[in-house]
């Protein structure tokens, strides 16, 4: 996205001076480069920020609670310490999936703290579908070699 942004703004620019005065085609051209070229600075600013705020995150889920790791920081998080699991759908807006909010999963720890989980987590939603299982229907998920008999 910064790359296009970057692109676009900078084809924009000289158009833009080049059409000051003129009513031909320049003018549109112009404000099309320039809206690429700032639609795709601005997600590409949107990402980048995201990206160093939750790099390398991940979740690993146990019997007992959920793994939170990010920048090699590993937090354990046992289900009674979640207040809530919330999940919003598909986002409809435009360039929802660019900005990494197609499907978004909320956990609110039992002491305020939220962790945002979007689209750029892989499966986002198997793991909101685990948590709200454990925490609001108390199906805890199985560890490796148990299975249920019923």
Do not use: K, Y
């Amino acid at each position: 996205m910064l790359l296009v942004g970057a692109v676009g703004t900078a084809f924009g620019v000289p158009v833009a001076v080049a059409s000051i005065g003129t009513t031909d085609g320049a003018p549109e051209l112009a404000g099309l480069l320039l809206g690429v070229g700032l639609v795709g600075l601005g997600l590409g600013v949107w990402r980048l920020v995201q990206g160093f705020r939750t790099r390398e995150q991940c979740f690993d889920v146990h019997e007992r609670g959920l793994t939170h790791r990010v920048a090699g920081t590993a937090t354990l998080i046992p289900w009674q310490d979640i207040a809530s699991v919330g999940a919003h759908g598909e986002d409809g807006r435009p360039m929802a999936e660019a900005r990494g909010m197609g499907f978004t999963c909320n956990i609110v720890l039992t002491d305020g703290r939220r962790i945002r989980v979007d689209t750029f987590t892989e499966d986002v939603r198997q793991l909101a579908l685990t948590a709200h299982a454990a925490v609001h229907l108390g199906r805890l998920p199985e560890g490796r070699g148990h299975r249920r008999t019923d």
